[in-house]
């Protein structure tokens, strides 16, 4: 943390946008409250990216859609391969940490 506030220091960086999620903005944090100790005139502005659009208040956050797609297609593929044999399923896993989003929006997307 200390090099890394000497390194924005050292380079008279006044703004810092992060991009990412709940790791990356406890970070930002961490390098807001380090340059309010020091009594820099910084800003840490956070932009929230999750695939799991489990953000309040955000239609959509980046990566959701592309997620969303990528397991439409995997699901597709499951069909397609349980169709071809008697007596077979398709079973996709797809990633979400707690709420779902992704398998609920790929699921009813997917209409298989």
Request: glycine fraction near 12%; include cysteine.
């Amino acid at each position: 943390l200390e090099k890394m506030m000497d390194a924005l220091q050292k380079k008279g960086v006044n703004q810092l946008y992060v991009i990412g999620g709940d790791g990356t903005h406890r970070g930002a944090e961490k390098l807001a409250n380090e340059a309010r100790k020091r009594g820099l005139n910084m800003v840490v502005a956070g932009i929230p990216k999750t695939i799991d659009n489990d953000i309040p208040y955000l239609d959509y956050s980046f990566g959701f859609r592309t997620s969303v797609g990528e397991a439409m297609r995997a699901i597709q593929a499951a069909h397609v391969e349980a169709d071809g044999a008697p007596n077979c399923i398709g079973l996709v896993k797809v990633m979400g940490r707690h709420a779902g989003f992704i398998a609920m929006q790929a699921s009813i997307a997917s209409r298989v």
